[in-house]
């Protein structure tokens, strides 16, 4: 085995760490040393994984019109078009409890847009390669799921209950979709996880901080009405497990999905059916 290195083309290969601290936006000194101007920040690169490259310049959609699930997606480098499901979330939570409730949620968004896509699609617009969707919900201790406050009175309530009970759980349904080159019923890969955070709330935050908080709106659009990464960290003591997952979209896991469901396409299935039909 030869014992040469294989250098990347110029074009596609990483910088050197100087080039990249210099894209970072630090600058070079006169010594030689590196001088942090943080006006030039750039950001990092992208990731460089076979199916990030392979869906690279593709049609990619994200189910949701959430800012927050678009942002924790971009380090990814993928250019998501963003089209939210227009079908009512009018599962029964009753009937199928917390971690049902938002998993089926979660496909139902993404069947809806899938569907709608190819629908839509035309010869100028390809159709998708990635569907991603997600759905967050708020469960107590008692297993009621919060949904978004409705009033300004909810808000407060609504906190001060998670306050007074000191701990609840956030559930994120992740759906992943991608279309299979085959013509193998249905005609997608679909994976699925439903990943969960556990939020301690701070006891001795205060009637007034609640108050204060509800009155500046971060917390609207959010189920549970409050936001871990902004003000809403205020409230909330710890966390055990992911923080992104609590913002509304765990990104570890997700990437796992899309390998699944990009990558592997069920041949491996397809060759044990073969075998134990011989």
Same mark, same amino acid.
């Given at each position: 085995?030869?014992?040469?290195?294989?250098?990347?083309?110029?074009?596609?290969?990483?910088?050197?760490?100087?080039?990249?601290?210099?894209?970072?936006?630090?600058?070079?000194?006169?010594?030689?040393?590196?001088?942090?101007?943080?006006?030039?920040?750039?950001?990092?690169?992208?990731?460089?994984?076979?199916?990030?490259?392979?869906?690279?310049?593709?049609?990619?959609?994200?189910?949701?019109?959430?800012?927050?699930?678009?942002?924790?997606?971009?380090?990814?480098?993928?250019?998501?078009?963003?089209?939210?499901?227009?079908?009512?979330?009018?599962?029964?939570?009753?009937?199928?409890?917390?971690?049902?409730?938002?998993?089926?949620?979660? #496909?139902?968004?993404?069947?809806? *847009?899938?569907? &709608?896509? %190819?629908?839509?699609?035309?010869?100028? +617009?390809?159709?998708?390669? /990635?569907?991603?969707?997600?759905?967050?919900?708020?469960?107590?201790?008692?297993?009621?799921?919060?949904?978004?406050?409705?009033?300004?009175?909810?808000?407060?309530?609504?906190?001060?209950?998670?306050?007074?009970?000191?701990?609840?759980?956030?559930?994120?349904?992740?759906?992943?979709?991608?279309?299979?080159?085959?013509?193998?019923?249905?005609?997608?890969?679909?994976?699925?996880?439903?990943?969960?955070?556990?939020?301690?709330?701070?006891?001795?935050?205060?009637?007034?901080?609640?108050?204060?908080?509800?009155?500046?709106?971060?917390?609207?659009?959010?189920?549970?009405?409050?936001?871990?990464?902004?003000?809403?960290?205020?409230?909330?003591?710890?966390? #055990?497990?992911?923080?992104?997952? *609590?913002?509304? &979209?765990? %990104?570890?896991?997700?990437?796992?999905? +899309?390998?699944?469901?990009? /990558?592997?396409?069920?041949?491996?299935?397809?060759?044990?059916?073969?075998?134990?039909?011989?």
């Amino acid at each position: 085995m030869s014992d040469k290195i294989v250098e990347k083309d110029a074009s596609t290969a990483a910088p050197s760490y100087d080039a990249a601290a210099v894209q970072h936006g630090a600058l070079p000194t006169r010594n030689g040393s590196v001088e942090r101007r943080g006006t030039l920040q750039r950001g990092p690169f992208f990731l460089d994984i076979p199916v990030l490259n392979q869906l690279r310049g593709k049609r990619c959609i994200l189910a949701s019109q959430s800012p927050r699930r678009k942002q924790i997606l971009a380090p990814l480098g993928l250019n998501f078009e963003v089209t939210p499901s227009k079908k009512p979330e009018n599962l029964s939570k009753e009937d199928l409890g917390p971690l049902q409730y938002v998993l089926k949620t979660a #496909e139902q968004k993404c069947l809806d *847009v899938y569907e &709608l896509a %190819l629908e839509n699609s035309m010869k100028s +617009i390809p159709d998708p390669s /990635l569907v991603i969707s997600a759905d967050t919900i708020i469960v107590t201790n008692s297993g009621r799921i919060l949904e978004k406050p409705r009033s300004q009175a909810d808000h407060i309530a609504m906190l001060k209950m998670l306050r007074d009970q000191k701990s609840h759980k956030v559930n994120t349904a992740v759906v992943v979709l991608a279309p299979r080159e085959d013509a193998r019923d249905p005609g997608y890969n679909f994976e699925t996880s439903v990943e969960e955070t556990k939020v301690f709330f701070d006891e001795s935050v205060s009637d007034e901080l609640i108050e204060a908080y509800v009155r500046t709106r971060e917390g609207v659009d959010k189920a549970g009405g409050y936001g871990l990464q902004g003000m809403g960290s205020l409230l909330v003591e710890k966390i #055990e497990g992911s923080s992104d997952n *609590v913002v509304g &979209l765990p %990104l570890r896991v997700t990437l796992g999905l +899309i390998e699944k469901a990009v /990558l592997n396409t069920g041949d491996e299935e397809d060759e044990a059916g073969d075998a134990d039909d011989e």
